[in-house]
């Protein structure tokens, strides 16, 4: 497969952590949020934990040095800016959660995921489904700052949420690039597109969510129930809130499909993809 992929870097400025006035948060906003407090503890879980995913990544796209040196320098980069303001917004609003002793179980059994083993060895498919990631933590994104008024999460959210799309568009980029050089099917692509969506709700999400439960201490003690039927309360917000239209119209850009098709089964994709989320 020719190796020539290029992309283009951004040229604007980048939003930083530091120039977030976290003093700023209006915590009776948020606080007893319940439903926030476990979207962003996860949130920020994951987005830490992004380096070793990253690395993997970086690793198998080798051949492609721009691809590795883009995953390298600017996407996880990024990522770990995300967690670094997601959990500097957390220890702010609740501040006697343990993070660091949560986030350290958490990465015990989340770092055992991040392996080159759950990379598709087809890195065209794997760009496919980099796609469908960067789509799910868009939506997500664009969810939470729906959730609150809060107006230091707002901005911090809508940060994450563009560099998030940003994300998608370089993925989509390359993929286009190796699809000139080398074409993959379509069944192919429809495959590992839906085969991604399907193991959204069964990694990172799960343990992250089973980590914050755990260690989540005095608050929210009063809750009744259990884990799992605190899991699915918030799959269920999230799909209920779901930018669907957004999502299925990233979804689909790997096919590379005529405008006429893509028109004709966005429908139908949506519905499904709304399913899949709210109930795995």
Known sequence: MQQNVSY???TAAHWRVEDIDFSAIDRTLVADNEDLFFLLMSASFIETGSDTYAANLAEH????????DWLTTQWEAE??????????????????????????SFFAEYSQLCTMEE????????????????????????????LSDEPVLSQMLGHIRNDEVNHFKHF???????????????????RALYGRLKELRDSDTEIALRHVWAHKGQYF???????????????????????????????????????RVEGLIRTPISKLATRVLAHG
Do not use: N
Not at 88 to 97: C, G, H, L
Not at 123 to 136: G, I, N
Not at 238 to 252: E, G, K, Q, T
């Open 8 to 10: 283009t870097p951004k």
């Open 61 to 68: 796209y080798a051949a492609w040095p721009e691809i590795a």
């Open 79 to 104: 990522e770990l800016q995300h967690g670094r303001a997601l959990r500097a917004y957390v220890e702010a609003v609740w501040p006697a959660f343990p993070w660091q002793q949560a986030y350290d």
């Open 119 to 146: 990379l598709y060895p087809d890195q065209r498919l794997e760009l496919v489904a980099r796609c469908v990631v960067e789509t799910s933590t868009t939506a997500y994104y664009h969810t939470l700052r729906d």
């Open 172 to 190: 989509l980029k390359f993929f286009k690039e190796m699809q000139d050089e080398s074409p993959v099917g379509r069944a192919r692509i429809a």
């Open 221 to 259: 003690s009063a809750t009744t129930g259990l884990l799992e039927e605190r899991a699915q309360h918030i799959y269920e917000l999230i799909s209920s809130r779901l930018p669907a239209d957004l999502a299925v119209r990233m979804l689909l850009k790997p096919m590379l499909l005529p405008q």
